[in-house]
Structure formats: C-alpha cells, structure tokens
C-alpha cells in the first residue's frame, strides 16, 4: 500500500514504474534482481489526473496504476460513518485510553462537525478525549474544545446552544433519546435554512451534507408535521 503517492518524486516515480513494468528490482549492495508480483494499492488526496496535466506527476505511472478507481468522499460528507470510526479506534487504543461515549448534545457536534482533517483528525480527537476523560462521558463543552478550541461562532453551536439541555430530565425521571435528537436535527435543518436564505443548496453546504440528503430530510419532516419548508426550497424539478 502507497500512501500519498501525489507527493512521490518524479525521480522516484520512474524508478516504481520500472519495478511494475519488468516485475524485478534490486536490494541496496545487492547486483542479482528479485523479482515481485505484488499489487499495488494506492491513495492520494490529490487529484492525480490534474497533477498529469501539470506535468507533476507521470503519465505512464497514472495509467499503469489506474486500473480501478475508487473514490473516498471527504468525511464532511459521510456523516453516517463517524460514530462507526469513534467506536472503531476508541477500541483500536482500548490499551493506551478509557473508553468513553459522548453526551446526547455532544453526539450532536459530533455529526456537524466537518472534520477537515479527515479521518486523522477523527482519530487524533478520539485519543485526546480518551486521555483527558477517564469518567467515561464526554459533554459537548468539552468536545467543543477539543474541535473547536478557539470557540468559533459556528451554526452547530448555536443550535446546540438553543436547545434544553436533558441532563436534569434525564436524572429526575429519563427523556426519550431518539425523540430529542429528532428534534436537534430539526432545529439545525431550521436554523441551516434561516441563515441560507430559505436556498437548499447553501443549507446542506452549511450542514456538510449533499443537496439530496438534506431534500431526503425536508420532506420527511414536512410529512411528519414537524417543519414548514417555503417553495423557495424546494428542489427544480
């Protein structure tokens, strides 16, 4: 597996092609060839093609390595894949942090936060969370300034924010879960819509989410009653 393969020399490009062309190569101090069938994976977060055209990158390499393409969506926009990453590394460094789970308000950053750092990023906040917590709950105080620690105004604190916190319910006699955080995702749809000019398209950018999602999301509300979408949001047909 080659990681960044964008950022690979021009010098040392040419030597990896020759190794995926003839199949052989030569061990440092050694004269007599080896030979490799390996398969080679690689990744890059450049776009390989436009680093082609800019003479940046090797022709003949991009298309002996381009024999299928898969393309990964930043994490900005696979919302539904970060609780299944923060459960995954929180057990991949069970060994060096205390496990813990985020509040009901914090799950709520947790999934509008657009992770510009990508997985990296996801990952290195997951290990400071476990180190800094070892009581095991995380509030979203304390992931704010984890993500966040400058404390920019953002839409996802404003919305958390505006809501009751159910800590005090919660100890007095229990909320129901999936109640609230419908009603959390209604409040960001809301909010996202007021501050985009009642425009879906500048809505679902502001949630990090695709245009589709965020229509798939309006009518649902609009058929539980819960929202009032203006036409003005409404996609063209």
């Known amino acids: 597996f080659l990681d960044e393969i964008g950022e690979m020399p021009l010098s040392l490009q040419a030597k ?31 776009n390989l093609k436009q680093a ?11 298309h002996r390595l381009c024999v299928l393409t898969i393309e990964v969506p930043p994490l900005r926009q696979r919302s539904d894949d970060r609780n299944e990453l923060l459960v995954h590394f ?25 992770f510009p750092g990508n997985v990296r990023e996801l990952r290195n906040i997951v290990i400071r969370l476990g180190t800094k917590h070892p009581d095991g709950l ?9 993500i966040d620690p400058q404390g920019t105004p953002s839409i996802e604190s404003a919305a958390i924010d505006h809501q009751d916190a159910p800590t005090s319910l919660l100890q ?7 109640r609230y955080l419908n009603q959390l995702e209604q409040h960001y749809i809301q909010a996202a819509l007021e501050m985009a000019g009642g425009s879906l398209s500048k809505a679902a950018r502001l949630l990090h989410i695709n245009r589709t999602t965020l229509y798939s999301k309006v009518k649902k509300l609009e058929k539980a009653e819960q929202a009032h979408v203006p036409e003005t949001v409404r996609p063209h047909s």
Do not use: C
Not at 52 to 62: G, H, M, N, Q, S
């Open 90 to 114: 929180i057990n991949k460094f069970a060994d060096s942090i205390h496990s813990f789970r985020l509040s009901a308000e914090a799950q709520a950053l947790w999934r509008s936060y657009p």
């Open 138 to 146: 995380v509030g979203a105080t304390a992931l704010r300034q984890e």
């Open 172 to 178: 007095r006699e229990g909320f129901e879960l999936d």
């Open 52 to 62: 082609v055209e800019r003479d940046r990158f090797r022709a003949d390499l991009y």
């Open 16 to 46: 990896l092609l020759r190794v995926l062309e003839d199949g052989e190569y030569y061990r440092i101090g050694e004269t007599s060839p080896r030979h490799s069938q390996a398969r080679i994976i690689a990744a890059s977060n450049r």
